[in-house]
């Protein structure tokens, strides 16, 4: 069993910078895939980047690449999404999730974090 908890989300003003940060526990991941996902009101939930905890290859969806950066840090079991030149469309719950290199699917999910960002 994966525990992942979120954290860093609130209100930040268009063009400023929110750090999200997830704290995994339960069993090791190297063998994971974690990514960030969001929702906002009236929409699915969609993917934004994930990233490889062994090796670090990252995946971007367009609409946050140049603005979003993930990362992680394997000593501290963190997963991290720094968030740049927010926008009010960028409000959304945010959550990170876990899922086995070999699966298609997130199998572990944070509670999630709210981020608005006024105009």
């Known amino acids: 069993q994966v525990q992942l908890v979120e954290s860093g989300g609130g209100l930040v003003q268009a063009g400023g910078s929110l750090r999200l940060s997830c704290a995994a526990s339960?069993?090791?991941?190297?063998?994971?895939?974690m990514g960030w996902f969001r929702q906002a009101p009236g929409k699915e939930r969609e993917l934004l980047t994930a990233i490889t905890w062994s090796g670090g290859n990252t995946y971007y969806v367009d609409s946050v690449k140049g603005r979003f950066t993930v990362s992680r840090d394997n000593a501290r079991d963190t997963v991290y999404l720094q968030m740049n030149s927010l926008k009010p469309e960028d409000t959304a719950v945010y959550y990170c999730?876990?899922?086995?290199?070999?699966?298609?699917?997130?199998?572990?999910w944070g509670q999630g974090t709210q981020v608005t960002v006024s105009s």
């Open positions: 999730a876990a899922r086995p290199y070999q699966t298609p699917n997130y199998v572990y």
């Open positions: 339960g069993r090791t991941l190297s063998s994971y895939v």
